[in-house]
Nanobody, 126 residues
């Protein structure tokens, strides 16, 4: 069982930056693929950024590529999402997610994720 707790959301003006952090419980952190999802009102949850189990590969959805950076620290059991040049359309609830240990599913596939945090609100004002 993996428990995830996000922090760092808030209100920011367009063009600003926020850093989200997710702390995970358990001893299997280095065996997990990790991702950040978001869900805006009336829209489906989408995978924003993901990091492979090895940490060597990353995925970004096109709309955030070049603005967001996902990073993991296996020693601290944390995964962060640095968000720069924020836009009003980035407004959503952001969720940290993790796969099961040694999951065979691709890290860039939504269906590979099994564990979810409670979500943190990010609001970007224009």
């Amino acid at each position: 069982q993996v428990q995830l707790v996000e922090s760092g959301g808030g209100l920011v003006q367009a063009g600003g930056s926020l850093r989200l952090s997710c702390a995970a419980s358990g001893r299997t952190f280095s065996t997990l693929s990790l991702g950040w999802f978001r869900q805006a009102p009336g829209k489906e949850r989408e995978l924003v950024a993901a990091n492979s189990r090895s940490g060597e590969s990353t995925y970004y959805t096109e709309s955030v590529n070049g603005r967001f950076t996902i990073s993991r620290d296996n020693a601290k059991n944390t995964v962060d999402l640095q968000m720069n040049s924020l836009k009003p359309e980035d407004t959503a609830v952001y969720y940290c997610a993790a796969s099961g240990p040694y999951s065979s599913g691709p890290y860039y596939n939504t269906n590979s994720y099994k564990y979810w945090g409670q979500g943190t609100q990010v609001t970007v004002s224009s």
